[in-house]
């Protein structure tokens, strides 16, 4: 028999076909040949969706190193003693955590 490929985004299955049905009742075939939607979309927008997370993730990075940086020096205004010191202040801080969550 022959075989058939199907392919869904993610999922790829091989199918064979073991014996000849009546034309009469065979379902027409809808697929496309290959994945050609699929690469049409990688190829116009992969470049995008890269881009977009790579500067996304560049801003939560930049904002967490922001905003423990403000915690930690909101800890030296108090009078805390210092992380570097053996200061462990700065744990109850919620700016310094939100950093770090970031």
């Known amino acids: 028999g022959s075989l058939i ?13 073991i014996s000849d049905a009546d034309p009469a009742d065979s379902v027409q075939d809808n697929r496309t040949s290959d994945d050609f939607w699929i690469t049409g979309l990688e190829s116009s927008y992969g470049f995008y969706i890269g881009l977009g997370l ?5 801003f939560l990075i930049g904002s967490s190193v922001i905003l423990k ?3 930690l020096l909101r800890l030296v205004e108090k009078g805390g003693t210092r992380a570097g010191d053996g200061g462990h202040g700065y744990l109850k801080d919620w700016l310094w955590w939100a950093g770090l969550l970031t």
């Open 54 to 58: 790579a500067v996304f993730s560049s």
């Open 5 to 17: 490929t199907l392919s869904c985004l993610s999922h790829r299955a091989v199918c064979q076909v």
């Open 69 to 71: 940086k403000k915690g």
